[in-house]
T-cell receptor, first 112, second 112 residues
Framework: DAMVIQNPRYQVTQFGKPVTLSCSQT?????MYWYQQKSSQAPKLLFHYYDKDFNNEADTPDNFQSRRPNTSFCFLDIRSPGLGDAAMYLCATSRYGGEEQYFGPGTRLTVT | SQQGEEDPQALSIQEGENATMNCSYKTSINNLQWYRQNSGRGLVHLILIRSNEREKHSGRLRVTLDTSKKSSSLLITASRAADTASYFCATEPNFGNEKLTFGTGTRLTIIP
């Protein structure tokens, strides 16, 4: 029973072509997170939502945007992907934040 | 950077042996968590230890926490090939900002 679902699992986009990654959850958790993870590195937090309150990390590029239209869904938009944006993108949820996070399987983004 | 560090970066042991990995962090915390990540997949929560706890067990996992040294260790006993993965520690700061700070990770390889 998948609890955090990410689509697609693999995404190939062209340099500069906008792309949207999606995440959905069946846990009814308040907090949703987007992380970027590059090879052999720790996940890097891009932003998170506590309910509808959006929290951006100071070093997240403006090229990255997010939407959370309802409790279950959250989207990551990359407006003009560069080669340096190729990475695994992980979505996670938490009931109240700071506690256990539940991760989706990730979306592997390739930029050509 | 607030990122924690893990030691060693990589560890290879024979199946059946015990594996120990260490995590150091910089700020005062509410809790420390350990996650496992299989190659190309999302992270899976293993165990959470609160700042007022010194040791916690879950199956073959034993976690210790020394807040005076700002360090934690994860012991996996009687290792199995399926334990091959990357292991990350993550901390929630004591000012509770809904976010976790992940360590750099330890890549564990179990040799059959």
């Amino acid at each position: 029973d998948a609890m955090v679902i990410q689509n697609p699992r693999y995404q190939v986009t062209q340099f500069g072509k906008p792309v949207t990654l999606s995440c959905s959850q069946t846990l009814n958790h308040n907090v949703m997170y987007w992380y970027q993870q590059k090879s052999s590195q720790a996940p890097k937090l891009l932003f998170h939502y506590y309910d509808k309150d959006f929290n951006n990390e100071a070093d997240t590029p403006d090229n990255f945007q997010s939407r959370r239209p309802n409790t279950s869904f959250c989207f990551l938009d990359i407006r003009s992907p560069g080669l340096g944006d190729a990475a695994m993108y992980l979505c996670a949820t938490s009931r109240y934040g700071g506690e256990e996070q539940y991760f989706g399987p990730g979306t592997r983004l390739t930029v050509t | 950077s607030q990122q924690g560090e893990e030691d060693p970066q990589a560890l290879s042991i024979q199946e059946g042996e015990n594996a120990t990995m260490n995590c150091s962090y910089k700020t005062s915390i509410n809790n420390l968590q350990w996650y496992r990540q299989n190659s190309g997949r999302g992270l899976v929560h293993l165990i959470l230890i609160r700042s007022n706890e010194r040791e916690k067990h879950s199956g073959r996992l034993r976690v210790t926490l020394d807040t005076s040294k700002k360090s934690s260790s994860l012991l996996i006993t009687a290792s199995r090939a399926a334990d091959t993965a990357s292991y990350f520690c993550a901390t929630e700061p004591n000012f509770g900002n809904e976010k976790l700070t992940f360590g750099t990770g330890t890549r564990l390889t179990i040799i059959p």
